[in-house]
Protein backbone atom coordinates (compact mmCIF):
# COMPACT_ATOMS: atom_id res chain seq x y z
CA UNK A 1 0.00 0.00 0.00
CA UNK A 2 1.55 3.17 -1.29
CA UNK A 3 0.46 6.55 0.09
CA UNK A 4 -1.24 9.13 -1.71
CA UNK A 5 0.58 11.72 -3.24
CA UNK A 6 0.99 14.61 -0.84
CA UNK A 7 0.80 12.38 2.01
CA UNK A 8 4.25 9.82 1.69
CA UNK A 9 4.79 9.28 4.88
CA UNK A 10 1.41 7.39 5.29
CA UNK A 11 2.08 4.22 3.27
CA UNK A 12 5.56 3.99 5.69
CA UNK A 13 3.11 4.62 8.60
CA UNK A 14 0.82 1.80 7.55
CA UNK A 15 3.48 -0.59 6.80
CA UNK A 16 5.20 -0.19 9.77
CA UNK A 17 1.87 -0.62 12.04
CA UNK A 18 0.27 -3.71 9.56
CA UNK A 19 2.12 -7.03 11.28
CA UNK A 20 0.86 -4.91 14.88
CA UNK A 21 -2.18 -4.73 14.35
CA UNK A 22 -2.81 -8.38 12.22
CA UNK A 23 -0.97 -9.43 15.66
CA UNK A 24 -3.89 -7.87 17.47
CA UNK A 25 -6.27 -9.40 15.86
CA UNK A 26 -4.96 -12.60 15.35
CA UNK A 27 -4.53 -12.93 19.09
CA UNK A 28 -7.81 -11.63 19.87
CA UNK A 29 -10.11 -13.73 17.34
CA UNK A 30 -7.79 -16.40 16.19
CA UNK A 31 -8.15 -17.47 11.88
CA UNK A 32 -4.75 -15.94 10.77
CA UNK A 33 -6.17 -16.42 6.73
CA UNK A 34 -9.80 -13.84 7.44
CA UNK A 35 -7.97 -11.66 9.93
CA UNK A 36 -4.91 -10.88 7.02
CA UNK A 37 -7.47 -10.23 4.29
CA UNK A 38 -9.71 -8.02 7.21
CA UNK A 39 -6.11 -6.02 8.04
CA UNK A 40 -5.44 -5.50 4.12
CA UNK A 41 -9.04 -3.97 3.98
CA UNK A 42 -8.38 -1.80 6.95
CA UNK A 43 -4.97 -0.77 5.40
CA UNK A 44 -6.27 0.30 1.67
CA UNK A 45 -9.52 2.15 3.73
CA UNK A 46 -7.24 4.52 5.40
CA UNK A 47 -5.17 4.76 2.05
CA UNK A 48 -8.30 6.46 0.30
CA UNK A 49 -9.07 8.32 3.90
CA UNK A 50 -6.27 9.51 5.43
CA UNK A 51 -4.76 11.79 3.49
CA UNK A 52 -7.80 13.71 3.73
CA UNK A 53 -8.93 13.35 6.71
CA UNK A 54 -5.64 12.93 8.12
CA UNK A 55 -3.79 10.63 10.52
CA UNK A 56 -6.07 9.36 13.59
CA UNK A 57 -4.44 9.98 16.64
CA UNK A 58 -4.05 6.80 17.33
CA UNK A 59 -3.82 5.36 13.71
CA UNK A 60 -3.25 1.37 15.26
CA UNK A 61 -6.40 2.30 17.28
CA UNK A 62 -7.85 3.09 14.23
CA UNK A 63 -6.51 0.45 11.92
CA UNK A 64 -7.82 -2.39 14.71
CA UNK A 65 -10.83 -0.99 15.00
CA UNK A 66 -12.18 -1.02 11.33
CA UNK A 67 -10.13 -4.55 10.26
CA UNK A 68 -12.04 -5.87 13.77
CA UNK A 69 -15.71 -4.64 11.71
CA UNK A 70 -14.11 -5.84 8.72
CA UNK A 71 -13.62 -9.41 9.79
CA UNK A 72 -16.94 -9.41 12.00
CA UNK A 73 -18.25 -8.27 8.72
CA UNK A 74 -16.94 -11.61 7.32
CA UNK A 75 -17.52 -13.94 9.71
CA UNK A 76 -21.67 -12.95 10.04
CA UNK A 77 -21.29 -12.82 6.25
CA UNK A 78 -23.21 -9.38 5.65
CA UNK A 79 -20.02 -7.94 4.47
CA UNK A 80 -21.98 -5.87 1.57
CA UNK A 81 -24.37 -4.76 3.30
CA UNK A 82 -22.71 -3.67 6.09
CA UNK A 83 -19.99 -1.92 4.02
CA UNK A 84 -22.52 -0.02 2.79
CA UNK A 85 -23.97 1.44 5.84
CA UNK A 86 -20.62 1.88 7.40
CA UNK A 87 -18.23 3.23 4.47
CA UNK A 88 -19.92 6.47 5.96
CA UNK A 89 -19.78 6.01 9.49
CA UNK A 90 -16.14 4.72 9.77
CA UNK A 91 -14.83 8.12 9.25
CA UNK A 92 -16.93 9.83 11.93
CA UNK A 93 -17.22 6.47 14.12
CA UNK A 94 -15.90 6.99 17.64
CA UNK A 95 -12.41 5.60 17.90
CA UNK A 96 -12.27 2.61 20.08
CA UNK A 97 -9.04 2.98 22.61
CA UNK A 98 -6.24 0.91 21.40
CA UNK A 99 -5.05 -1.69 23.07
CA UNK A 100 -2.41 -0.86 25.84
CA UNK A 101 1.35 -1.18 26.09
CA UNK A 102 0.62 -5.42 25.46
CA UNK A 103 2.58 -7.86 23.64
CA UNK A 104 2.69 -6.23 20.38
CA UNK A 105 6.48 -6.98 19.42
CA UNK A 106 6.07 -10.69 20.77
CA UNK A 107 3.04 -10.92 18.29
CA UNK A 108 5.11 -9.37 15.23
CA UNK A 109 7.48 -11.96 15.87
CA UNK A 110 5.03 -14.85 16.04
CA UNK A 111 3.41 -13.58 13.15
CA UNK A 112 6.74 -13.53 11.07
CA UNK A 113 7.44 -17.06 12.46
CA UNK A 114 3.82 -18.40 11.21
CA UNK A 115 4.49 -16.59 7.94
CA UNK A 116 7.66 -18.66 7.13
CA UNK A 117 5.93 -21.82 8.79
CA UNK A 118 7.86 -24.91 7.10
CA UNK A 119 4.84 -25.83 6.28
CA UNK A 120 5.05 -23.81 3.32
CA UNK A 121 7.43 -23.65 -0.17
CA UNK A 122 10.01 -20.68 -0.42
CA UNK A 123 7.71 -18.72 -2.50
CA UNK A 124 4.90 -18.94 -0.18
CA UNK A 125 6.86 -18.05 2.81
CA UNK A 126 7.78 -15.33 0.85
CA UNK A 127 5.14 -13.74 -0.59
CA UNK A 128 2.69 -14.07 2.89
CA UNK A 129 5.87 -12.73 4.88
CA UNK A 130 5.32 -9.77 2.23
CA UNK A 131 1.81 -9.35 2.43
CA UNK A 132 1.10 -10.50 6.44
CA UNK A 133 4.55 -9.05 7.93
CA UNK A 134 5.78 -6.50 4.86
CA UNK A 135 1.97 -4.54 4.73
CA UNK A 136 2.69 -4.78 0.88
CA UNK A 137 -0.52 -5.80 -0.93
CA UNK A 138 -0.76 -8.42 -3.45
CA UNK A 139 -0.91 -6.23 -6.40
CA UNK A 140 2.81 -4.72 -5.03
CA UNK A 141 4.16 -8.44 -4.34
CA UNK A 142 2.99 -9.69 -7.84
CA UNK A 143 4.69 -6.20 -9.44
CA UNK A 144 7.87 -7.09 -7.66
CA UNK A 145 7.96 -10.57 -8.80
CA UNK A 146 6.17 -10.02 -12.27
CA UNK A 147 3.33 -12.47 -11.99
CA UNK A 148 -0.31 -11.89 -12.35
CA UNK A 149 -1.86 -10.52 -9.58
CA UNK A 150 -4.29 -13.37 -9.72
CA UNK A 151 -1.15 -16.36 -9.56
CA UNK A 152 0.35 -13.96 -6.16
CA UNK A 153 -3.45 -13.86 -4.73
CA UNK A 154 -4.03 -17.58 -5.40
CA UNK A 155 -0.17 -18.33 -4.06
CA UNK A 156 -0.78 -16.23 -0.50
CA UNK A 157 -4.36 -17.97 -0.20
CA UNK A 158 -2.91 -21.19 -0.44
CA UNK A 159 0.06 -20.33 1.73
CA UNK A 160 -2.85 -19.75 3.89
CA UNK A 161 -4.63 -22.78 3.44
CA UNK A 162 -1.49 -24.73 4.54
CA UNK A 163 -0.94 -22.87 7.57
CA UNK A 164 -4.61 -23.46 8.53
CA UNK A 165 -4.16 -27.40 7.45
CA UNK A 166 -1.09 -27.33 9.45
CA UNK A 167 -2.77 -26.80 12.28
CA UNK A 168 -0.05 -24.13 13.74
CA UNK A 169 -0.74 -22.40 16.69
CA UNK A 170 -0.63 -18.73 17.11
CA UNK A 171 2.65 -18.98 19.45
CA UNK A 172 6.11 -18.18 18.97
CA UNK A 173 8.34 -21.45 18.43
CA UNK A 174 9.52 -23.20 21.50
CA UNK A 175 12.87 -23.77 22.92
CA UNK A 176 13.84 -26.73 20.84
CA UNK A 177 12.69 -25.69 17.58
CA UNK A 178 13.49 -22.44 17.67
CA UNK A 179 16.67 -22.62 16.09
CA UNK A 180 15.84 -23.82 13.30
CA UNK A 181 12.35 -22.01 12.38
CA UNK A 182 14.30 -19.13 12.50
CA UNK A 183 17.14 -20.06 10.41
CA UNK A 184 13.64 -20.43 8.17
CA UNK A 185 13.20 -16.78 8.85
CA UNK A 186 16.44 -15.68 8.17
CA UNK A 187 16.59 -17.45 4.95
CA UNK A 188 13.18 -15.81 3.95
CA UNK A 189 14.55 -12.58 4.60
CA UNK A 190 17.43 -13.43 2.49
CA UNK A 191 15.45 -14.68 -0.27
CA UNK A 192 13.96 -11.25 -0.71
CA UNK A 193 17.09 -9.42 -0.47
CA UNK A 194 18.77 -11.16 -3.01
CA UNK A 195 15.47 -11.34 -5.21
CA UNK A 196 15.98 -7.32 -5.04
CA UNK A 197 19.67 -7.28 -5.57
CA UNK A 198 20.28 -9.67 -8.52
CA UNK A 199 16.85 -10.52 -9.72
CA UNK A 200 17.19 -14.08 -10.99
CA UNK A 201 15.73 -13.68 -14.36
CA UNK A 202 14.81 -10.15 -16.37
CA UNK A 203 16.08 -7.32 -17.79
CA UNK A 204 16.95 -4.82 -15.05
CA UNK A 205 19.58 -6.42 -12.58
CA UNK A 206 18.00 -4.95 -9.04
CA UNK A 207 14.72 -4.02 -8.38
CA UNK A 208 15.76 -1.70 -4.88
CA UNK A 209 12.16 -1.90 -3.72
CA UNK A 210 12.32 -5.53 -3.08
CA UNK A 211 15.66 -5.10 -1.30
CA UNK A 212 14.65 -2.19 0.79
CA UNK A 213 12.12 -4.01 2.29
CA UNK A 214 14.59 -6.77 3.15
CA UNK A 215 16.23 -4.56 5.27
CA UNK A 216 13.69 -2.79 7.11
CA UNK A 217 12.44 -6.07 7.81
CA UNK A 218 15.88 -7.44 8.71
CA UNK A 219 16.26 -4.02 10.91
CA UNK A 220 13.20 -4.49 12.53
CA UNK A 221 13.82 -8.21 13.49
CA UNK A 222 17.57 -6.99 15.09
CA UNK A 223 14.92 -4.49 17.36
CA UNK A 224 13.54 -7.28 18.22
CA UNK A 225 16.08 -9.73 18.66
CA UNK A 226 19.24 -7.80 19.36
CA UNK A 227 20.57 -10.74 20.99
CA UNK A 228 20.97 -13.02 17.91
CA UNK A 229 24.36 -12.75 16.37
CA UNK A 230 23.19 -14.60 12.91
CA UNK A 231 20.17 -11.67 12.89
CA UNK A 232 22.94 -9.45 13.05
CA UNK A 233 25.06 -10.67 10.56
CA UNK A 234 22.11 -10.90 8.01
CA UNK A 235 21.77 -7.34 8.52
CA UNK A 236 25.32 -6.62 7.99
CA UNK A 237 26.01 -8.80 5.42
CA UNK A 238 22.81 -6.67 3.89
CA UNK A 239 24.11 -3.52 4.29
CA UNK A 240 27.56 -3.98 3.20
CA UNK A 241 26.05 -5.77 -0.44
CA UNK A 242 23.33 -2.77 -0.77
CA UNK A 243 26.12 -0.26 0.06
CA UNK A 244 27.69 -1.49 -3.75
CA UNK A 245 24.45 -0.95 -5.55
CA UNK A 246 25.08 2.10 -7.15
CA UNK A 247 28.89 1.13 -8.68
CA UNK A 248 27.50 -2.75 -9.71
CA UNK A 249 25.42 -1.46 -12.95
CA UNK A 250 26.87 1.00 -15.22
CA UNK A 251 24.83 3.78 -16.78
CA UNK A 252 23.32 1.60 -19.20
CA UNK A 253 22.37 -0.54 -16.74
CA UNK A 254 25.27 -3.21 -17.45
CA UNK A 255 26.50 -5.40 -14.61
CA UNK A 256 29.90 -3.96 -13.30
CA UNK A 257 32.20 -6.71 -11.74
CA UNK A 258 33.85 -5.75 -8.86
CA UNK A 259 37.55 -5.54 -9.98
CA UNK A 260 36.06 -2.64 -12.11
CA UNK A 261 33.67 -0.91 -9.26
CA UNK A 262 34.34 2.90 -8.80
CA UNK A 263 35.04 2.67 -4.86
CA UNK A 264 34.05 6.38 -4.30
CA UNK A 265 30.69 5.43 -5.53
CA UNK A 266 29.94 2.69 -2.48
CA UNK A 267 27.76 4.17 -0.05
CA UNK A 268 30.60 4.39 2.89
CA UNK A 269 27.63 5.48 5.59
CA UNK A 270 26.23 2.15 4.74
CA UNK A 271 29.97 0.30 5.12
CA UNK A 272 30.30 1.87 7.92
CA UNK A 273 26.58 0.52 9.61
CA UNK A 274 27.64 -2.94 8.60
CA UNK A 275 31.13 -3.06 9.53
CA UNK A 276 30.03 -1.94 13.22
CA UNK A 277 27.64 -4.36 13.71
CA UNK A 278 29.59 -7.68 11.75
CA UNK A 279 32.30 -6.27 14.51
CA UNK A 280 30.09 -5.87 17.20
CA UNK A 281 29.18 -9.98 16.67
CA UNK A 282 31.89 -11.93 15.90
CA UNK A 283 34.28 -11.40 18.84
CA UNK A 284 31.26 -12.95 20.92
CA UNK A 285 32.57 -16.55 19.17
CA UNK A 286 28.73 -18.08 17.84
CA UNK A 287 29.28 -17.58 14.06
CA UNK A 288 27.39 -18.57 11.60
CA UNK A 289 27.11 -18.37 7.80
CA UNK A 290 25.54 -15.35 8.06
CA UNK A 291 27.88 -13.44 9.89
CA UNK A 292 30.31 -15.17 7.80
CA UNK A 293 29.45 -14.00 5.02
CA UNK A 294 28.90 -10.50 6.24
CA UNK A 295 32.75 -10.77 7.17
CA UNK A 296 33.92 -11.75 3.71
CA UNK A 297 31.77 -8.89 2.30
CA UNK A 298 33.15 -6.44 4.86
CA UNK A 299 36.61 -7.12 4.13
CA UNK A 300 35.66 -6.44 0.10
CA UNK A 301 34.21 -3.22 0.99
CA UNK A 302 37.14 -2.08 3.16
CA UNK A 303 39.17 -3.26 0.68
CA UNK A 304 40.43 0.51 -1.33
CA UNK A 305 41.35 -1.26 -4.19
CA UNK A 306 40.97 -5.03 -5.90
CA UNK A 307 44.58 -5.41 -5.75
CA UNK A 308 44.59 -4.39 -1.91
CA UNK A 309 42.18 -7.09 -0.78
CA UNK A 310 43.39 -8.85 1.86
CA UNK A 311 42.64 -12.45 -0.25
CA UNK A 312 44.32 -14.52 2.54
CA UNK A 313 41.38 -13.33 4.50
CA UNK A 314 38.64 -14.07 2.47
CA UNK A 315 40.30 -17.81 1.02
CA UNK A 316 40.36 -18.48 5.83
CA UNK A 317 36.79 -17.10 5.20
CA UNK A 318 35.46 -19.20 3.00
CA UNK A 319 36.90 -21.91 4.35
CA UNK A 320 35.27 -21.48 7.43
CA UNK A 321 32.53 -21.10 5.50
CA UNK A 322 32.44 -24.19 3.69
CA UNK A 323 32.51 -25.99 7.48
CA UNK A 324 29.37 -24.09 8.73
CA UNK A 325 27.04 -24.07 5.24
CA UNK A 326 28.54 -26.60 2.81
CA UNK A 327 27.58 -25.98 -1.08
CA UNK A 328 28.75 -26.09 -4.03
CA UNK A 329 28.01 -22.11 -4.44
CA UNK A 330 31.09 -21.69 -1.45
CA UNK A 331 33.25 -23.94 -2.97
CA UNK A 332 33.10 -21.69 -6.03
CA UNK A 333 33.86 -19.12 -4.06
CA UNK A 334 36.76 -20.38 -2.07
CA UNK A 335 38.15 -21.74 -5.82
CA UNK A 336 38.06 -17.95 -6.81
CA UNK A 337 40.23 -17.02 -3.36
CA UNK A 338 42.61 -19.81 -3.87
CA UNK A 339 43.49 -18.10 -6.96
CA UNK A 340 44.09 -15.00 -5.77
CA UNK A 341 46.30 -16.00 -2.58
CA UNK A 342 48.13 -19.21 -4.62
CA UNK A 343 47.88 -18.94 -8.16
CA UNK A 344 44.70 -18.97 -11.15
CA UNK A 345 46.93 -23.20 -11.55
CA UNK A 346 45.47 -23.85 -7.90
CA UNK A 347 42.08 -22.48 -8.38
CA UNK A 348 41.40 -23.88 -11.83
CA UNK A 349 42.48 -27.66 -9.90
CA UNK A 350 39.69 -27.15 -7.42
CA UNK A 351 37.54 -26.27 -10.30
CA UNK A 352 38.10 -29.22 -11.49
CA UNK A 353 36.89 -31.43 -9.07
CA UNK A 354 34.03 -29.35 -8.68
CA UNK A 355 32.96 -30.02 -12.51
CA UNK A 356 31.92 -33.35 -11.55
CA UNK A 357 29.28 -32.15 -9.22
CA UNK A 358 25.99 -32.27 -10.35
CA UNK A 359 24.37 -29.31 -9.14
CA UNK A 360 26.90 -26.96 -10.74
CA UNK A 361 27.92 -29.09 -13.77
CA UNK A 362 25.78 -27.03 -16.13
CA UNK A 363 25.84 -23.94 -13.76
CA UNK A 364 26.58 -20.42 -15.89
CA UNK A 365 28.48 -19.66 -12.23
CA UNK A 366 31.18 -22.81 -12.82
CA UNK A 367 31.42 -21.49 -16.55
CA UNK A 368 31.90 -18.07 -15.69
CA UNK A 369 34.51 -18.49 -12.71
CA UNK A 370 36.16 -20.66 -14.82
CA UNK A 371 36.24 -18.12 -17.12
CA UNK A 372 37.51 -15.50 -15.21
CA UNK A 373 40.66 -17.79 -13.88
CA UNK A 374 42.08 -18.93 -17.55
CA UNK A 375 41.87 -15.04 -18.63
CA UNK A 376 44.25 -14.67 -15.19
CA UNK A 377 46.41 -17.74 -16.33
CA UNK A 378 46.64 -16.04 -19.73
CA UNK A 379 44.47 -18.92 -21.65
CA UNK A 380 42.40 -16.36 -23.62
CA UNK A 381 40.82 -19.20 -26.21
CA UNK A 382 39.89 -21.08 -23.20
CA UNK A 383 38.97 -18.44 -21.31
CA UNK A 384 36.57 -17.02 -24.06
CA UNK A 385 35.23 -20.31 -24.28
CA UNK A 386 34.04 -20.57 -21.05
CA UNK A 387 32.47 -17.19 -20.72
CA UNK A 388 30.21 -17.66 -24.05
CA UNK A 389 29.19 -20.90 -22.74
CA UNK A 390 28.46 -19.05 -19.16
CA UNK A 391 26.41 -16.31 -21.00
CA UNK A 392 24.34 -19.20 -23.04
CA UNK A 393 23.65 -20.02 -19.37
CA UNK A 394 22.57 -17.51 -17.09
CA UNK A 395 19.06 -16.43 -17.21
CA UNK A 396 19.54 -12.77 -16.37
CA UNK A 397 20.36 -10.82 -19.67
CA UNK A 398 22.57 -7.64 -17.78
CA UNK A 399 24.82 -11.19 -16.72
CA UNK A 400 24.56 -12.09 -20.14
CA UNK A 401 25.88 -9.15 -21.83
CA UNK A 402 28.74 -8.67 -19.42
CA UNK A 403 30.07 -12.15 -19.95
CA UNK A 404 30.03 -11.65 -23.81
CA UNK A 405 31.68 -8.33 -23.23
CA UNK A 406 34.17 -9.87 -21.50
CA UNK A 407 34.81 -12.21 -24.42
CA UNK A 408 34.58 -10.03 -26.69
CA UNK A 409 37.48 -7.47 -25.10
CA UNK A 410 39.88 -10.95 -24.97
CA UNK A 411 39.75 -10.52 -29.60
CA UNK A 412 39.76 -13.98 -29.92
CA UNK A 413 38.35 -14.83 -33.23
CA UNK A 414 35.08 -17.62 -33.44
CA UNK A 415 36.36 -20.81 -33.60
CA UNK B 1 12.03 -18.20 -12.29
CA UNK B 2 9.77 -18.32 -14.83
CA UNK B 3 9.58 -21.58 -17.56
CA UNK B 4 7.71 -22.15 -20.52
CA UNK B 5 6.62 -25.78 -21.52
CA UNK B 6 5.36 -26.97 -24.82
CA UNK B 7 4.35 -29.59 -26.71
CA UNK B 8 4.31 -30.51 -30.19
CA UNK B 9 2.26 -32.47 -32.55
CA UNK B 10 0.73 -32.32 -35.98
CA UNK B 11 -2.92 -33.04 -37.74
CA UNK B 12 -1.84 -36.58 -38.54
CA UNK B 13 -1.87 -37.39 -34.72
CA UNK B 14 -4.26 -35.85 -33.45
CA UNK B 15 -6.44 -37.55 -36.13
CA UNK B 16 -5.67 -41.03 -35.13
CA UNK B 17 -6.70 -40.52 -31.78
CA UNK B 18 -10.62 -42.12 -31.34
CA UNK B 19 -13.15 -39.34 -31.04
CA UNK B 20 -14.50 -40.39 -27.79
CA UNK B 21 -10.99 -40.08 -26.26
CA UNK B 22 -10.86 -36.45 -26.48
CA UNK B 23 -13.27 -35.68 -23.82
CA UNK B 24 -11.16 -37.75 -21.09
CA UNK B 25 -7.64 -36.59 -22.73
CA UNK B 26 -9.79 -32.91 -21.75
CA UNK B 27 -10.58 -33.69 -18.59
CA UNK B 28 -7.08 -34.81 -17.75
CA UNK B 29 -5.33 -31.49 -19.18
CA UNK B 30 -8.25 -28.98 -17.36
CA UNK B 31 -7.33 -31.05 -14.16
CA UNK B 32 -3.73 -30.80 -14.24
CA UNK B 33 -4.30 -26.70 -15.43
CA UNK B 34 -6.08 -26.41 -12.13
CA UNK B 35 -3.95 -27.87 -10.09
CA UNK B 36 -0.92 -25.62 -10.95
CA UNK B 37 -3.40 -23.00 -11.17
CA UNK B 38 -3.90 -23.43 -7.44
CA UNK B 39 -0.68 -23.25 -6.28
CA UNK B 40 0.42 -20.21 -7.86
CA UNK B 41 2.62 -21.69 -9.80
CA UNK B 42 0.63 -21.67 -13.77
CA UNK B 43 0.44 -18.48 -15.20
CA UNK B 44 -1.36 -19.30 -18.19
CA UNK B 45 -1.37 -22.30 -20.46
CA UNK B 46 -2.59 -21.70 -24.40
CA UNK B 47 -3.70 -23.73 -26.94
CA UNK B 48 -2.51 -22.42 -30.49
CA UNK B 49 -5.22 -22.85 -33.40
CA UNK B 50 -4.35 -25.47 -36.36
CA UNK B 51 -1.25 -25.08 -38.78
CA UNK B 52 -3.80 -23.92 -41.35
CA UNK B 53 -4.25 -20.75 -39.82
CA UNK B 54 -0.59 -19.60 -38.84
CA UNK B 55 0.79 -16.61 -41.06
CA UNK B 56 4.16 -15.23 -41.91
CA UNK B 57 4.00 -11.42 -41.29
CA UNK B 58 6.63 -9.29 -42.95
CA UNK B 59 6.70 -5.66 -42.87
CA UNK B 60 6.94 -4.03 -46.93
CA UNK B 61 7.02 -0.72 -47.65
CA UNK B 62 6.08 -0.20 -43.85
CA UNK B 63 2.47 -2.28 -44.47
CA UNK B 64 2.50 -5.88 -43.25
CA UNK B 65 2.52 -8.38 -45.91
CA UNK B 66 0.95 -12.00 -44.65
CA UNK B 67 1.63 -15.49 -46.28
CA UNK B 68 0.81 -18.53 -45.16
CA UNK B 69 3.21 -20.56 -42.83
CA UNK B 70 5.79 -22.74 -43.57
CA UNK B 71 4.62 -24.95 -40.90
CA UNK B 72 2.48 -27.17 -43.19
CA UNK B 73 5.36 -28.40 -44.49
CA UNK B 74 7.03 -28.96 -41.17
CA UNK B 75 6.33 -32.81 -39.48
CA UNK B 76 5.67 -31.27 -36.00
CA UNK B 77 4.63 -28.14 -34.95
CA UNK B 78 3.94 -25.95 -31.32
CA UNK B 79 0.31 -27.07 -30.35
CA UNK B 80 0.21 -25.62 -26.57
CA UNK B 81 2.03 -23.75 -24.66
CA UNK B 82 2.02 -23.14 -20.69
CA UNK B 83 3.94 -20.44 -18.54
CA UNK B 84 4.98 -21.53 -15.55
CA UNK B 85 6.87 -19.37 -12.19
CA UNK B 86 8.34 -22.16 -9.59
CA UNK B 87 11.17 -22.17 -7.40
CA UNK B 88 13.50 -23.76 -9.40
CA UNK B 89 14.05 -26.13 -12.36
CA UNK B 90 13.72 -28.98 -10.55
CA UNK B 91 10.28 -28.22 -10.28
CA UNK B 92 9.81 -27.13 -13.24
CA UNK B 93 10.92 -30.70 -14.48
CA UNK B 94 8.69 -32.06 -11.97
CA UNK B 95 5.51 -30.43 -13.19
CA UNK B 96 6.44 -31.02 -16.81
CA UNK B 97 6.64 -34.36 -15.90
CA UNK B 98 2.99 -33.91 -14.30
CA UNK B 99 1.45 -33.29 -17.39
CA UNK B 100 -0.84 -36.16 -18.55
CA UNK B 101 0.84 -37.05 -21.66
CA UNK B 102 4.13 -36.82 -20.46
CA UNK B 103 4.34 -40.34 -20.64
CA UNK B 104 4.23 -40.49 -24.02
CA UNK B 105 4.94 -37.28 -25.45
CA UNK B 106 7.98 -35.52 -24.28
CA UNK B 107 7.42 -31.73 -23.02
CA UNK B 108 9.87 -28.94 -24.09
CA UNK B 109 11.03 -27.34 -20.91
CA UNK B 110 12.56 -23.64 -21.83
CA UNK B 111 13.81 -21.01 -18.43
CA UNK B 112 12.00 -17.42 -19.71
CA UNK B 113 15.44 -14.89 -19.68
CA UNK B 114 13.68 -11.94 -19.57
CA UNK B 115 9.82 -10.48 -20.45
CA UNK B 116 8.41 -6.97 -20.89
CA UNK B 117 4.98 -7.67 -18.37
CA UNK B 118 2.17 -5.78 -19.94
CA UNK B 119 0.54 -4.59 -16.84
CA UNK B 120 3.12 -3.56 -14.49
Same mark, same amino acid.
Given at each position: ?415 | ?34 ? =?? @? !?? #?? /?? $??? %?? &? ?19 ? =?? @? !?? #?? /?? $??? %?? &? ?21 ? @????? /? ?7
Amino acid at each position: VTGAPGAPDIGELLRELAPQVLGALVRRYGEFGACEDAVQEAMLEAVASWPASGVPESPKGWLVTVASRRLIDEVRGEHARRRREQDHAVASAPLEQPPGPGPDHDDSLTLLFLCCHPALSGPSQVALTLRAVGGLSTAQIAAAFLVPEATMAQRISRAKQAIAASGARFELPGPAERPERLRIVLHVLYLIFNEGYAATAGAGLTAPELSGEAIRLTRWLHRLLPQDPEITGLLALMLLTEARRAARTGPDGSLVALDQQDRGAWDHALIAEGVALISSVLPLGEVGPYQVQAAIAAVHDEAPAMAATDWPQILALYELLEQLAPGPMVSLNRAVAVAMVAGPDAGLDLLAALESDRRLAGHHRLHATKAHLLEMAGDATGAVASYREAARRTTSVPERRYLLARAARLGVREP | VKYLLMIYGNREKWESMPPDAWPDAIARQEAFNAK =YR @E !TG #EL /LG $SYG %LA &DAARAKLVRRQNGLPAVTDGP =YL @E !TK #EY /LA $SFW %LL &DCESEERAQQIAADMPFADAEPV @ELWPV /LHESAADQ
